[in-house]
């Protein structure tokens, strides 16, 4: 009889404490669950992208990210629109047939774009990811054929793509670098990532 008032002293202790516990996770349990939350950054990732390109020099590439992704606007030189007509028989998908990345039908051209000059792609390799780096000066170089007329190099498996984007023949990569739906607001302003008119 004489441990009753302890065990209810201890049940007294052990409640009040148990609520504690349960305010204090539950004030430690808002902010965890906020930040699950998408933030309004995170929320625009998947909006348009405009793009100014008045700037932008024959020879130049900028890059803009969109969803994520780091999408490649270059204005192509009149030689390095001439040499897609040499790598057309060295492509694998010249016309950009296959539907891994559906090209829009604006963009099923030799140059893969609205206007011949001006590409716009995603800089993503489509074998496992990486981010192909420019070459595009043309001629022999470290691994790249002696008749290299000038693209793109995937540092990692060794994948290559002309100034279309499209991926030479026996290569890792199964397709060429995807064209995201983008549009011209005016002539020097681009929107990446919508197309009132695509038929994708």
């Not at 998408?38 to 020879?59: C, N, Q, R, T, Y």
């Not at 950009?96 to 051209?109: E, G, L, Q």
């Amino acid at each position: 009889m004489s441990d009753t008032p302890v065990d209810a002293s201890k049940r007294t202790w052990l409640i009040a404490s148990g609520c504690a516990g349960a305010v204090g996770g539950a004030f430690t349990a808002v902010p965890f669950v906020s930040s699950f939350q998408p933030s309004e950054k995170a929320k625009a990732a998947g909006a348009a992208v405009e793009v100014d390109i008045s700037a932008l020099k024959p020879g130049e590439k900028v890059t803009v990210e969109w969803r994520g992704k780091p999408v490649w606007i270059m204005k192509r030189t009149p030689e390095q629109l001439e040499s897609l007509k040499k790598t057309q028989a060295q492509v694998a998908d010249p016309n950009s047939d296959r539907k891994t990345y559906p090209t829009p039908d604006y963009a099923r051209n030799q140059h893969r774009s609205i206007k011949p000059e001006i590409l716009v792609a995603v800089g993503i390799c489509s074998h496992l990811g990486c981010s192909p780096s420019d070459k595009l000066q043309a001629g022999p170089q470290p691994s790249l054929p002696d008749d290299w007329q000038g693209g793109f190099l995937c540092p990692c498996h060794g994948s290559t793509f002309d100034v279309a984007g499209r991926v030479f023949k026996n290569k890792p990569a199964p397709d060429n670098l995807e064209v995201p739906e983008h549009m011209y607001i005016s002539d020097t302003r681009l929107l990446i990532g919508e197309d009132k008119n695509s038929k994708a």
